[in-house]
């Protein structure tokens, strides 16, 4: 036999699935600035908020077909951290209370599901043609805000202690992820409402004019992305994961099985012999 532990530290995870997401934009924005450059110029996401964000990059092709994996990946490391640290809250439960254990046990499962399905605004899209897609694609990436802030609200939430670095970063993530959306939804609703959505591809040239400065909508946008690139440097500690692994090399399941399965063909054949020769 063969045997082994490993400490598996859930946290190494996320950390990988936001350089996955990193990854992705830093590829897709160089596969648009190379193959689709006017996009940077000419899209209804700066038409609407006065600015490109990040998602420009890998809104539009060819670039889409490359986000695309990045993505899947993105969400096959997420759903091994909260398999994880699943695993971890379930070991720790009789240090935390029942909200604790139950609030962190649903935003995990939540976030696994949601990341199976951030794949989707490279499907629905941010289009001058579709102003119904294009407020979909927003409202899909609005949320995303709240549940990844809920995820890490329950890691929060289950510690018995916090450092001040940690009270502090995880203050300036709230205010940016609930302010985010209301400058962001104030945008769409003073985006030319009386204007047919059928019609909104005639002011595809017009000057940007949002309701909130640009320059505001950026600073939550950015400064978004940038505090949650630091989630795992002011994430409460949290102890590991011991998983013990064993490798029996001498047996096989598929081979046990398939040992069976010849006793019986020869014992059924013992049989029909036994009776043939009583004739």
């Known amino acids: 036999d063969v045997e082994d532990m490993f400490e598996l530290m859930p946290e190494r995870w996320l950390e990988a699935t936001g350089e996955c997401f990193v990854l992705c934009i830093l590829v897709s924005w160089i596969v648009t600035a190379i193959f689709n450059p006017g996009i940077y110029k000419d899209n209804i996401l ?14 539009s092709l060819p670039a889409r077909y490359v ?6 990946l993105q969400a096959v490391l997420a759903a091994r ?4 640290d699943t695993i971890r809250l379930k070991a720790t439960r009789a240090a935390l209370s029942d ?10 499962a939540l976030f696994a599901f949601w990341m199976m399905c951030f794949p989707l605004l490279l499907v629905v899209t941010a289009e001058f043609d579709s102003w119904t897609s ?3 694609h927003l409202y899909l990436f609005m949320a995303t805000l709240i549940i ?3 995820m890490i609200a329950g890691n929060i939430y289950e510690a018995p202690v916090l450092l001040t670095g940690t009270k502090v970063w ?3 993530f709230t205010f940016h992820t609930f ?14 409402p009386d204007l047919p959505a059928d019609q909104i591809y005639t002011i595809r040239y017009e000057h940007p004019q949002p309701l909130v400065p640009w320059p505001v909508c950026a600073y939550f946008d950015y400064g978004w992305f940038v505090l949650l690139l630091l989630t795992v440097v002011f994430l409460p500690d949290s102890p590991p994961v011991k998983t013990t692994m064993t490798c029996d090399i001498d047996t096989s399941t598929y081979g046990k099985l398939k040992t069976v399965e010849v006793e019986e063909e020869e014992e059924s054949e013992s049989d029909d012999e036994g009776r043939c020769g009583g004739f």
Request: overall charge positive; glycine content about 8%.
């Open 46 to 59: 700066r038409t609407l908020v006065g600015y490109n964000n990040l998602c420009v990059g890998f809104d």
């Open 67 to 72: 986000a695309m994996p990045f993505l899947v």
């Open 81 to 84: 951290y909260t398999y994880l």
């Open 99 to 108: 909200r604790q254990y139950y609030f962190a046990y649903s935003v995990n």
């Open 134 to 136: 294009t407020k979909i």
């Open 148 to 150: 990844m802030w809920a």
């Open 170 to 172: 995880f203050g300036l």
């Open 179 to 192: 302010g985010l959306p209301v400058v962001g939804v104030l945008d769409i609703l003073h985006f030319h």
